[in-house]
């Protein structure tokens, strides 16, 4: 049933709009709140005792939980959900012997509709309600997960993945891959909640002239984002070292295609040298961390300290199938063991923050979504501080930060009571 033009939710609220580090007031909490929500947008948020008079004429429902904005998933690979936790290879033997394979059967449109629903499905289980996602070289693969997304009202970026230097049967030309790009760009444009990313794999995947095109793309096209990989895995990085031996770094590759500034979306960053930290923070572009799957990968740990010290634009990721969780929670939990292995603290709320307004603020859609603010669109997520019986004892009479804390260690798809899209459930635990 549609839900009526104004209603409210009443509950506990939580959250964090800006990095708490900047902004000591970033942390948002209403122990018991109301959420007003008219056509899909939050138009009031705050303490219930303050909100109750002026809105009692509008319906409430009440939600147990702790009710946060929806997660923000900043880089994903939707073709891999079926090749997650594939054993024994670091990234580059990984991606030859089990993801090319796999993505060679999205040429079939049939087979990616059907892995487009399970991905989308799978997000929403674990309150992802916003993501930057991979899809593969065909054009098709993209108007699938598009198609998808748009019959559940989700806010998803997307590109087809540019690698004319590919695999055999998973190579574009740099040609089908700008007219392709061109024509998915006006077909998706302006539809639904959808975003374009122009999307080279990375830079061992696409010869120069399919890198420059991606640049030229990027002018064309103002609002679209750029979406790749960068400095993830040491051979990975060794082998772009010899392949441009005249570019100063991995990022000053890309930069030299214009593919660097605000837009730039880079997953990983593992090991960044100090010229690529400076340039990153000079030119606004950001790293969406994956610690699940840099774990996964043998990859390394992403260095929280240094993209604090240079001022990088950082958002959470969980990089399946590389990352072997859809949970943001759990991914947050991992993060905050990745910090800690390079001497560095991922404070709760920070995560949280991260997992949504960080992220949001990275995919540039956080004046729509990321922190219950009036005005966003009102996709948030209700969080079972009891989902398990051991979470129900860690949590029973803890503060909020703890709560928060045990839920980012311990939590996972179970702790997801409900996912709410537009303030419409889609998601319900039961
Ligand atoms: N680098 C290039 N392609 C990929 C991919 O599919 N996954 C990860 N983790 N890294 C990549
Ligand atoms: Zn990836």
Redesign the pocket.
Known sequence: MAAPAIHAFRGELLSVAHDPRDDPDAVRHEADGLLVIEAGLVVARGAYADLAERFAAVPVVNLPGLIVPGFVDAHV?YP?LDRIAAYGEQ?LD??ERH?FPAEQAFADRAHADLVADAFLDELLRNGTTSALV?ATVHEQSVDALFTAALARRMRIISGKVLMDRGPAGLADTPQSGDDETGALIARWRGRGRLGYAVTP??A??SSDDQLHRAGALLKRHGEVLLHT?LA??PR?IAAVAARFPDCADYLDVYDRFGLVGARSVF??GVHLPDRSAMRLAQSGAGIAV?PG?NLF?GSGFFDFGQAEAFGIRTGLAT?V??GTTFSMLHTAGLAYQAALARGHRLDPFRALYLATAGSAGLLHIADRVGALEPGQEADFVVLDGAATPLLARRTAGASLADRLFALQILGDDRAIRQTWLMGECAWDRA
Do not use: K, V, Y
Request: proline share 0%.
């Open positions: 690979h891999q990234l990984w991606l993801i991979f794999r990375f061992l995947t990989h993830e895995n990975e997953a990983h994956c799957s990968l990089d199938g590389a």
